[in-house]
Structures are given as structure tokens and as C-alpha cells.
């Protein structure tokens, strides 16, 4: 499993089943699980201190784009992400159906 963190709004791989973002000191995630080909997104936390800057599309994105370059597909659960992919159709064709 990858787990993204790097501060100042570019998230990198570790391991650990989230993906991370960090600035000025707080951290916002999106966390996953990967079974197989599937990469299921279940729930994205942002700090109230970070809300409204832009991280947590910046996680999905992440999220999708680490998902396509790994050959991925993609469930669901995280209701922020659904949003996401709803104004960014070119995701589409990574949803499990």
C-alpha cells in the first residue's frame, strides 16, 4: 500500500493505507485500502485550518492520478472524492462499474 506525505502541497509514496498532505503544520488525508487491482477511497480529512485551500482536491487528484499509473481501478466510498470526480470526468474510465 502507498501512503502520500510531503509538505508544502506534493504529496509522495510511503506505505501505510493513506494518502497525506502537510502545511504549516497540519495534515490533511485521504484514506484508502487496495485489494488486488482495486483501489477503494473511503474518507478524506482536512483540518479546519487547512478547509477551503484546495488540499483536499489535491489529495483526490493525487489519489486518481497514483491510481492510473499504477493501473488501478478505482471504488468509491468518500463522498468528497465522488464530488471531485463528478467536475473531473476524465477520471471516469478508473471507476469500477
Known sequence: MAFFRKQSRAPTVVHSGRFELEQDGHIATLEYTLAGDVLTLIETEVPPELRGSGIAGELAKTALDWA???????????PFVAG???????????LVR
Open 84 to 94: 471531485y470526480l463528478r467536475k473531473h470526468p476524465e477520471y471516469d474510465d478508473l
Open 68 to 78: 492510473r499509473a499504477n493501473h488501478k481501478k478505482v471504488d468509491l466510498v468518500c
